[in-house]
T-cell receptor, first 112, second 111 residues
C-alpha cells in the first residue's frame, strides 16, 4: 500500500541537542511538506519541497533544517536553535495542489 | 484578518442531525479547496475537495463553494458519533504548491 511513513512516533530531546525526524513516501509525489501543530492550534508550515534538491522555507523555518536528496525522503532536523520544539510534527506529500495532501501519522516531540 | 477563518467550536449536534461547518478565506486567487478531518491525537485525513462554485456531494458529505463571497462550507448529513473530530478548511493557491490551513472546527456528535 502506498503512503507516508514518519518515524519515530515519539521523540524526546534534551536541551541543546539536534534531532532528526524521518519522512518517507512511496506515492511518487513530487511535493513534500513539514508542518508543526501545537495543542489547540492549526498547522504551521516549516519547510516544503517541490522537487529533489530544492526546498523553500515556510512560515516558521527558524531553528529547523531539511534536505531532499531523494524524491521519497524529506527528513527534518530540529536544531538546538529551536527554543520551543515541543509539538506534533506532520509530514505530508502531494501530487500537485489540485489533489490535496496525504499526511503521515506524525511525530510527537518533547523536550526533557 | 486571518487568511483562513473557522469557528473553533465546539459545535455540538445530536446523532442523525446535519452538521454545518463554515470557512472564509482572504486569498482571492485560491482555486482549490479542501476539507480535512483530524481525530484527536491523529494526523489529518483528506475527506473532500472542491474546485468550482456550487455543491459537491460525496456520501454523507457535501462541500459548498462561493468564490465571490470567499466562503466554503462542509455539511455532514446523518451525523454519527464517529464524525466527532476537528475539521480543517484548507484553500490552496494554484501554482504555489502551498496550502493554508485554518485552525479547525471541533465537532461533537452526541449519541
Amino acid at each position: 500500500d502506498g503512503g507516508i511513513t514518519q518515524s519515530p512516533k515519539y521523540l524526546f530531546r534534551k536541551e541543546g541537542q539536534n534531532v532528526t525526524l524521518s519522512c518517507e513516501q512511496n506515492l511518487n509525489h513530487d511535493a513534500m511538506y513539514w508542518y508543526r501543530q501545537d495543542p489547540g492550534q492549526g498547522l504551521r508550515l516549516i519547510y516544503y519541497s517541490q522537487i529533489v534538491n530544492d526546498f523553500q522555507k515556510g512560515d516558521i523555518a527558524e531553528g529547523y533544517s531539511v534536505s531532499r536528496e531523494k524524491k521519497e525522503s524529506f527528513p527534518l532536523t530540529v536544531t538546538s536553535a529551536q527554543k520551543n520544539p515541543t509539538a506534533f510534527y506532520l509530514c505530508a506529500s502531494s501530487k500537485s495542489e489540485m489533489y490535496g495532501y496525504t499526511f503521515g501519522s506524525g511525530t510527537r516531540l518533547t523536550v526533557v | 484578518q486571518k487568511e483562513v477563518e473557522q469557528n473553533s467550536g465546539p459545535l455540538s449536534v445530536p446523532e442523525g442531525a446535519i452538521a454545518s461547518l463554515n470557512c472564509t478565506y482572504s486569498d482571492r486567487v485560491s482555486q482549490s479547496f479542501f476539507w480535512y478531518r483530524q481525530y484527536s491525537g491523529k494526523s489529518p485525513e483528506l475527506i473532500m475537495s472542491i474546485y468550482s462554485n456550487g455543491d459537491k456531494e460525496d456520501g454523507r458529505f457535501t462541500a459548498q463553494l462561493n468564490k465571490a463571497s470567499q466562503y466554503v462550507s462542509l455539511l455532514i448529513r446523518d451525523s454519527q458519533p464517529s464524525d466527532s473530530a476537528t475539521y480543517l478548511c484548507a484553500p490552496s493557491r494554484a501554482g504555489g504548491f502551498k496550502t493554508i490551513f485554518g485552525a479547525g472546527t471541533r465537532l461533537f456528535v452526541k449519541a
